[in-house]
T-cell receptor, first 114, second 113 residues
Framework: NAGVTQTPKFQVLKTGQSMTLQCAQD?????MYWYRQDPGMGLRLIYY???????DKGEVPNGYNVSRLNKREFSLRLESAAPSQTSVYFC?????????????FGPGTRLTVL | GENVEQHPSTLSVQEGDSAVIKCTYS??????FPWYKQELGKRPQLIID?????GEKKDQRIAVTLNKTAKHFSLHITETQPEDSAVYFC????????????FGRGTSLIVHP
C-alpha cells in the first residue's frame, strides 16, 4: 500500500504560469481533500471531494480548480500562478472506519511562485 | 462555519516534563476531534482522536480530554522525549454528512534534552 502519493515534490513557477498537482490514493477512500500550509496558518482547505463525481469549495478556493478524475485520483490546477500561492500543498483522503475519520496525507508539494 | 482556536503557538519543555496543548471549537455539531503530529518536512500523521461521546482517551504517553459543554479539548503528553518535538495540530469536524474538519493553527513543541 502506497497510501497517498503526490507529484511533483517541488516546483518553481513564474507568475502567470499554470500547473497541475497530482494526487492518488490506493485505500479505496471516498473523500479526498487539497490543503495549503503556510507558516503559522495551519492547514487551510482549498477544495474537497466527498465522493467520485463531486467537488466543493473549501476555505480558500480562489485561483484554483480541481478534478476528481476517478475514485483514486484528485488533481489541483493553478491556471495563472501568483506569488501568494507560494505554499506547501497537501492532498489527503479519508473514510469512516468505526469510530475514526482519520485523514491520510500525502508527502506534500512545495511550490514557489516567483 | 466551524472555528478552532489552538494555544499555545509555541511550547518549550524539558525532557521528562509534561506538555498540554488546548483547543476550543465553536460548532456544537462537531463530534470528532483528531490530533495530528507533523515533524519537520514531513506530512501530518494522526496520533490520537476522540469522539464526542467519550470524555477522555489515552494511548501510552498521550491522552486527549474533551469538554463538550465548554467546547474545548486538550492534548496531554507525559514524560516528554526529544522525539516528541514537532508541530501538533488539533481539528474539529462533524461526521453527519461530508467530513470537513477545521484545523487549529498548530503548536510547535520543543523538548530540550
Amino acid at each position: 500500500n502506497a497510501g497517498v502519493t503526490q507529484t511533483p515534490k517541488f516546483q518553481v513557477l513564474k507568475t502567470g504560469q499554470s500547473m497541475t498537482l497530482q494526487c492518488a490514493q490506493d485505500m479505496n477512500h471516498n473523500s479526498m481533500y487539497w490543503y495549503r500550509q503556510d507558516p503559522g496558518m495551519g492547514l487551510r482547505l482549498i477544495y474537497y471531494s466527498a465522493s467520485e463525481g463531486t467537488t466543493d469549495k473549501g476555505e480558500v478556493p480562489n485561483g484554483y480548480n480541481v478534478s476528481r478524475l476517478n475514485k483514486r485520483e484528485f488533481s489541483l490546477r493553478l491556471e495563472s500562478a501568483a506569488p501568494s500561492q507560494t505554499s506547501v500543498y497537501f492532498c489527503a483522503s479519508s473514510e469512516v472506519r468505526g469510530a475514526s475519520n482519520e485523514q491520510f496525507f500525502g508527502p506534500g508539494t512545495r511550490l514557489t511562485v516567483l | 462555519g466551524e472555528n478552532v482556536e489552538q494555544h499555545p503557538s509555541t511550547l518549550s519543555v524539558q525532557e521528562g516534563d509534561s506538555a498540554v496543548i488546548k483547543c476550543t471549537y465553536s460548532d456544537s455539531a462537531s463530534n470528532y476531534f483528531p490530533w495530528y503530529k507533523q515533524e519537520l518536512g514531513k506530512r501530518p500523521q494522526l496520533i490520537i482522536d476522540i469522539r464526542s461521546n467519550v470524555g477522555e482517551k489515552k494511548d501510552q504517553r498521550i491522552a486527549v480530554t474533551l469538554n463538550k459543554t465548554a467546547k474545548h479539548f486538550s492534548l496531554h503528553i507525559t514524560e516528554t522525549q526529544p522525539e516528541d518535538s514537532a508541530v501538533y495540530f488539533c481539528a474539529a469536524g462533524g461526521t453527519g454528512g461530508s467530513y470537513i474538519p477545521t484545523f487549529g493553527r498548530g503548536t510547535s513543541l520543543i523538548v530540550h534534552p
